[in-house]
């Protein structure tokens, strides 16, 4: 065979370039550079310090040159091949650059959450549906999906084996001190955060509430800012929801929960229940047979999962790599089958949804209708219309 010639049998590389060299930027990097198939072969951000930074630590894990850094998503697109664009910017950035990325035939993998206005969120559903029959895979970060703890319990749900869902628990109770939202300029904003505790902290606990649940009838909700000052978002999120099965849940998302717990998600049917701690599976039983006697049946757990994703045991230190490693393989598996990505930006789009009708219902103090807020009926209100405590005695204007 002439050297010049590719191998067919052989799959090829696939070039990768990420936008925002922040921290989650870093992430994305370290867990691209784990995958067989991926390369950082270019890093995207105006700031070249952040980007001489991370073009540095990638070329540390390869021992290879270090990427090449762009000012702009366009320069890069336009100085190298590029397969693959990684979107970890500020949340305001979201959909302009995932334009630019499937107008010149990358696929794309977008951080969470999808983009901060449901206006720009369904204009980039309908590119990304374009871009599909294209040939384009265009995925959102929700790594927690894959999960073994989740994958687990998102089988037994979809098998009928917890029989009819009936109710959920998801609390999302974390800490961030004040120099978190003074880290960054764009921190706490709604231009470029879009919201905060749920938007950005709770929307993946958000996404599997939603993948496990189905589709939301009606939200009602209230936020406020109790803990931290200068930013114009909520702290804390709590709602209930009802969902088209008739089943009930309860969502609770905050900053403000010093010293900052693990994630709980309680999933909750006629037949059975599941308890994902901490991304880890705390307890699963289903009944056998006609076996619904209200004793204390036994944890059965251990019999769905690994023994390291049994709430308890120990967590490996590079598991948040490890998380969007999965996902990076599930993208890379939707590109070589020509199918749809594990997370795709309709899941995206349903999330932001949720996300939002908390906070409609929120500022207007009713409940809302998930279809409406979906459909775009509360789209010209996404500049807050109520008000909320803030901490100090002062009063905000929240969304």
């Known amino acids: 065979m002439n050297g010049g010639t590719p191998d067919p049998s052989v799959p090829v590389p696939i070039d990768v370039a990420i936008v ?64 693959l664009v990684a979107i970890c910017t500020p949340s305001g950035l979201h959909a302009p650059l995932a334009e630019q990325a499937l107008a010149a035939g990358a696929h794309v993998v977008i951080e969470k959450p999808l983009e901060v206005t449901l206006g720009r969120a369904r204009k980039l559903a309908d590119l990304a549906a374009d871009a599909q029959q294209r040939g384009l895979v265009v995925s959102v970060v929700s790594q927690h999906r894959f999960d073994p703890a989740a994958v687990a319990v998102a089988e037994a749900v979809a098998a ?25 300029g764009w921190r706490g904003t709604r231009a470029y955060d879009g919201g905060g505790a749920l938007m ?14 189905g589709q939301p009838v009606e939200v009602a909700a209230q936020t406020a800012r109790l803990a931290h000052h200068g930013i114009e978002v909520e702290d804390v999120a709590v709602a209930t929801i009802r969902f088209r099965s008739g089943a009930l849940a309860t969502l609770h998302a905050t900053t403000a929960a010093y010293p900052g717990l693990g994630v709980r998600l309680q999933v909750h049917g006629t037949r059975g229940s599941a ?33 390291a994703d049994l709430v308890g045991a120990p967590k490996a230190g590079d598991g948040f790599v490890l ?7 599930d993208v890379v598996e939707a590109i070589d089958l020509r199918r ?27 409940p809302v209708a998930y279809d409406d807020v979906l459909a775009g009926a509360y789209d010209d209100q996404h500049e807050p219309v109520g008000t909320v405590p803030v901490a100090g005695g002062d009063e905000g204007r929240l969304s």
């Open 20 to 83: 925002g060299a922040g921290i989650i930027g870093a992430n994305h990097a370290a867990a691209v550079q784990r995958h067989h198939r991926l390369r950082v072969a270019a890093l995207v951000d105006p700031d070249q310090v952040a980007a001489v930074g991370l073009a540095d630590r990638v070329a540390g894990m390869t021992g290879a040159e270090p990427p090449r850094r762009y000012p702009t998503l366009d320069d890069a697109l336009a100085g190298q091949p590029i397969g």
């Open 160 to 184: 009928g084996e917890l029989g009819s869902i009936t109710s959920a628990v998801a609390t999302v109770p974390w800490w961030r001190e004040q120099g978190y939202y003074d880290s960054a």
């Open 200 to 213: 950005n902290q709770g929307v993946h606990t958000v996404d599997l509430l939603l993948w496990l649940l």
């Open 275 to 307: 308890v994902i701690d901490d991304d880890q599976l705390a307890y699963f039983h289903v009944a056998a047979g006609d076996d619904v006697a209200p004793h204390r049946p036994p944890n059965q757990a251990a019999a769905r999962v690994p023994a």
């Open 323 to 329: 998380g969007h490693l999965r996902q990076y393989q």
């Open 340 to 366: 749809p990505p594990g997370v795709r930006v309709e899941d995206g789009l349903a999330a932001l949804a949720l996300v939002e009708a908390v906070y409609r219902s929120a500022a207007l103090g009713l």
